[in-house]
C-alpha cells in the first residue's frame, strides 16, 4: 500500500519546516524540495541538458553550479524564473514520487515540504495540502532574524510569493505557527486525521 503523502507549504517565515521537523520527529519521513532540489540540478542529466541549453555551458562549472550566473538570470526578468522552474520542478515532483515509493511499506504517511508547492503544480502529486500560517508581522520578523535580511527585502520576497489569503483557500488542513498556538498538538492532530 502507497503512503498518504502530504504536501507541507507556507510563505517565507511561516515556520513550515518546523512542521517539517516536528513530521520527522514522529517517524514521517519529509522530502525538503530545495535541498532535494538543489541535488538534482547537479546530478540531473536532462536539468544539466536544458539548463545548459538555456544559459550555456558556463551555467555549470568545475565545482558545480555558477550560482552567481543563474542568480543574474533569474532576478533579471520575471519570466526567466518560469523558465528555469519549467525545466527544474516537474524533474524535483518525479524524483518524489519515485522516494515516496520506495519508503518501507510500514510508512503510513510521507511528506514533502516546499514554499511554492501550489504554484509549482505539486497539488496532484499530494493527498493532501496543509499550509503552514502566521501573521505577517511573525514572519517577517522571523525571516529577517533568520536570513539577516532588512525588512524591506523580506517584504519583497513575500510579495514575489502567492497571497496567503489564496494559499489557504487551496489547502486541506491549516496550521496556525502565530507562537501563541501550541504546535505539536496541531501536528499530532494531523497525523491522526489520516491514520484513522
Not at 62 to 91: C, M, Q, W
Amino acid at each position: 500500500m502507497n503512503p498518504i503523502k502530504i504536501g507541507i507549504t507556507g510563505g517565507i517565515g511561516s515556520g513550515k519546516s518546523v512542521v517539517a521537523r516536528l513530521l520527522e520527529c514522529m517517524g514521517i519521513p519529509v522530502y525538503i524540495s530545495d535541498d532535494e532540489a538543489k541535488g538534482l540540478m547537479l546530478s540531473d542529466d536532462l536539468i544539466r541538458r536544458q539548463l545548459i541549453g538555456l544559459l550555456g555551458k558556463e551555467v555549470y562549472s568545475d565545482t558545480g553550479l555558477n550560482k552567481p550566473l543563474l542568480a543574474a538570470y533569474l532576478f533579471g526578468d520575471p519570466h526567466h524564473a518560469e523558465r528555469v522552474n519549467s525545466i527544474v520542478h516537474p524533474r524535483v515532483k518525479a524524483h518524489f514520487l519515485q522516494w515516496a515509493a520506495t519508503r518501507p511499506k510500514a510508512t503510513p504517511i510521507v511528506g514533502i515540504e516546499s514554499a511554492i508547492l501550489i504554484e509549482a503544480g505539486f497539488t496532484d502529486a499530494v493527498d493532501a495540502v496543509v499550509m503552514v500560517d502566521a501573521p505577517l508581522e511573525v514572519r517577517i520578523a522571523r525571516a529577517m532574524k533568520r536570513d539577516r535580511s532588512s525588512r524591506q527585502q523580506v517584504e519583497q520576497r513575500i510579495r514575489r510569493q502567492m497571497d496567503n489569503k489564496q494559499k489557504r483557500r487551496q489547502a486541506d488542513y491549516v496550521i496556525v505557527n502565530d507562537d501563541n498556538t501550541p504546535l505539536i498538538p496541531q501536528v499530532l492532530a494531523l497525523c491522526t486525521s489520516f491514520v484513522r
